[in-house]
Nanobody
């Protein structure tokens, strides 16, 4: 059984930084595509970024490009989302995703496994 657990969320002021972590059990991130998504109240879940752990291939949503970075630690079987220059509009529940089945990466239906999420709140 696959379990993804996110951590690292919290409350920060605009301009601050947070690093989110996602650890997996029953699943190995190595040589797989992983994703980070977020969902703000009243809005649909949206893709933040995706990273293929077997090669240097990462894509980001335009809204976070240049501010967010996805990385991995294969030894710990963890992926990270470094978020810098945070803005109030980044406030959302953040989820890691695994089990990509192909297609458009920011379509939530293309992912089989999800964590429960970690809340990020950015105040102005």
């Amino acid at each position: 059984q696959v379990h993804l657990v996110e951590s690292g969320g919290g409350s920060v002021q605009a301009g601050g930084s947070l690093r989110l972590s996602c650890v997996a059990s029953g699943y190995t991130f190595s040589n797989k595509r992983v994703g980070w998504f977020r969902q703000a109240p009243g809005k649909e879940r949206e893709g933040v970024g995706t990273h293929y752990t077997g090669a240097v291939h990462t894509e980001y949503a335009d809204s976070v490009k240049g501010r967010f970075t996805i990385s991995q630690d294969n030894a710990k079987n963890m992926i990270y989302l470094q978020m810098n220059s945070l803005k109030p509009e980044d406030t959302a529940m953040y989820y890691c995703a695994a089990g990509y089945v192909g297609g458009v990466w920011n379509n939530t239906y293309r992912w089989s496994y999800w964590g429960a999420g970690t809340q990020v709140t950015v105040s102005s």
